[in-house]
């Protein structure tokens, strides 16, 4: 589980004014999804959370089925998503305008693709491990996306109730990390024996400004 030690800081909100596409498509105020917490107030979504080391030598095939992101309602979905190297990442724009997704990795190949009809789809891959490789919209500047690459299954995203779960590890030591895009990276080390479960919380501490109202 992933937990918020904290209040958390407001999220920003999003002025759409500047497509009204974007604006006719949201009919309520949109917020960024920074800081996703549960109604219990403690447990965080959005956390990235996979093995890191530990795995040895294990070797494990690209899925051939894709990892997808949309650009619909003029957001990323998802928010954070994890995917392998050599598997596709289908990008779809579900969108009735321009979008263009913009991917800025530090040790995989940058790529820019406009995407100016709703419906069009392409296909990218990411040849190297790396977490996280962020994803913006030049168009439309409040658009944002992380996705974490990784050489093998073992990796989660939380959900509202902070949960997540990597299944079918094999017996050993294993570093563990969650990442979250705002309140960095924390690891902890866990020892599984055969068909051993273990349950591991991480706690993050707010930064910056909380909200007072």
Same mark, same amino acid.
């Given at each position: 589980?992933?937990?918020?030690?904290?209040?958390?800081? =407001?999220?920003?909100?999003?002025?759409?004014? @500047?497509?009204?596409?974007?604006?006719?498509?949201?009919?309520?105020?949109?917020? $960024?999804?920074?800081?996703?917490?549960?109604? %219990?107030? =403690?447990?965080?979504?959005?956390?990235? !959370?996979?093995?890191?080391?530990?795995?040895?030598?294990?070797?494990? %095939?690209?899925?051939?089925?894709?990892?997808?992101?949309? $650009?619909?309602?003029?957001?990323?979905?998802?928010?954070?998503?994890?995917?392998?190297?050599?598997?596709?990442?289908?990008?779809?724009?579900? %969108?009735? +305008?321009?979008?263009?997704?913009?991917?800025?990795? #530090?040790?995989?190949?940058?790529?820019?693709?406009?995407?100016?009809? $709703?419906?069009?789809?392409?296909?990218?891959?990411?040849?190297?491990?790396?977490?996280?490789?962020?994803? =913006?919209?030049? !168009?439309?500047?409040?658009?944002?996306? *992380? !996705?974490?690459?990784?050489?093998?299954?073992?990796?989660?995203? +939380?959900?509202?109730?902070?949960?997540?779960?990597?299944?079918?590890?094999?017996?050993?030591? *294993?570093?563990?990390? @969650?990442?979250?895009? =705002?309140?960095?990276?924390?690891?902890?080390? !866990?020892?599984?024996?055969?068909?051993?479960? #273990?349950?591991?919380?991480?706690?993050?501490?707010?930064?910056?400004?909380?909200?007072?109202?």
């Amino acid at each position: 589980m992933v937990t918020l030690d904290g209040t958390a800081p =407001k999220n920003e909100g999003i002025k759409m004014n @500047a497509d009204p596409v974007c604006v006719r498509e949201n009919k309520t105020p949109q917020f $960024q999804e920074t800081y996703m917490v549960g109604s %219990d107030g =403690k447990s965080l979504a959005n956390v990235f !959370v996979y093995v890191k080391d530990g795995l040895g030598n294990y070797v494990y %095939d690209a899925p051939t089925e894709p990892a997808r992101i949309d $650009q619909k309602s003029c957001r990323y979905h998802p928010h954070v998503f994890g995917m392998r190297v050599g598997q596709p990442l289908e990008i779809l724009n579900s %969108d009735p +305008t321009l979008h263009n997704i913009h991917a800025l990795p #530090k040790g995989n190949s940058e790529f820019n693709t406009g995407q100016p009809i $709703q419906g069009m789809k392409t296909t990218h891959t990411f040849d190297k491990p790396e977490v996280m490789v962020p994803f =913006k919209c030049d !168009v439309h500047g409040w658009m944002n996306a *992380y !996705v974490g690459v990784l050489p093998h299954p073992y990796f989660a995203v +939380t959900k509202d109730d902070g949960k997540f779960e990597l299944g079918n590890l094999p017996p050993g030591t *294993y570093t563990v990390e @969650a990442w979250h895009e =705002k309140l960095g990276a924390t690891t902890q080390s !866990v020892t599984l024996g055969q068909k051993e479960t #273990k349950e591991i919380t991480f706690s993050f501490k707010p930064a910056g400004p909380t909200a007072t109202d």
